[in-house]
């Protein structure tokens, strides 16, 4: 692959620069399905960018699905349409709601394991058993597909109510309403919340067992399954 392609970038938004640069290199057919962009540190090199900007912008483009991340094999153009989906991914609002998803699971991913941690620590017998509740509710709800966000959504927030502080609740609280289209994704086959109901069984095992790491770990789990969905990695 031929790197006087790419062009160095200079902007405060630069990963927004790199997505849309690649994005038109595909465009142009300069970039097809199957190709392997070159690897990261030279890659960064050629656009002039950090690393930090690169991964930012490769995470937008593989929520877009227009490239895929292979363990130790790179990054490649996605085999898709493309023709079809470009006219639509080229909307800023989307660029923007997209990095805003990408944007909150890192949130996510930084403030839950501490809530698992200290719900470990401080859940009262209460609380234990209001989140075994609201994991049979959650069983209950796969005959309703509709309200399976509902439900899911109600254990994370009576996870954060065994911390015993009242700012992760309201955390928590504003979270969950930002979530809900994001958890539509992650939850739209039954498989996924059967998977999504066996870890938040996992995390009250632990909070059960007083175990605050076993709670942290099975906490980081669920929450990288999330992020594995919503960037179509499995």
């Known amino acids: 692959m031929n790197n006087e392609m790419f062009l160095g970038v ?39 960018c950090s690393r ?14 227009l490239i895929v991340s292979k363990p130790g094999g790179g990054r490649f153009i996605q085999q898709a349409d493309q023709n079809m989906t470009l006219e ?7 660029m923007l709601e997209k990095t805003a998803i990408i944007y909150f699971l890192e949130a996510r991913e930084t403030l ?4 698992a941690e200290l ?11 209001k989140m075994e509740r609201v ?10 597909p509709d309200e399976m966000v509902e439900a899911d959504s109600s254990f ?24 809900r ?3 539509k994704q992650t939850l739209r086959s039954q498989e996924r919340y059967l998977q999504s109901l066996a870890e938040h069984r996992a995390i009250l095992a632990a909070v059960k067992d007083r175990n605050a790491s076993a709670a942290v770990k099975a906490t980081l789990i669920h929450l990288q399954h999330i992020r594995d969905h919503v960037l179509g990695n499995y």
């Open 88 to 94: 639509y991914r080229f909307n800023t609002v989307d």
């Open 119 to 129: 719900a470990s620590q401080r859940a009262t017998e209460e609380n234990i058993e």
């Open 112 to 115: 839950e394991p501490k809530i």
């Open 135 to 144: 994991l049979l509710k959650m069983e209950e709800k796969l005959k309703q």
């Open 156 to 179: 994370h927030l009576a996870l954060a109510e065994a911390t015993q502080n009242f700012v992760f609740v309201s955390m928590m609280e504003t979270k969950l309403n930002m979530s």
């Open 52 to 65: 930090t900007s690169l991964r930012e912008a490769c995470r937008v483009l593989e929520a877009e699905g």
């Open 181 to 183: 289209q994001v958890r």
């Open 10 to 48: 200079r902007n405060e938004r630069i990963y927004e620069k790199i997505v849309v640069q690649i994005r038109q290199l595909i465009e142009g057919g300069k970039l097809k399905p199957g190709d392997r962009l070159p690897g990261e540190r030279e890659l960064a090199q050629t656009l002039g």
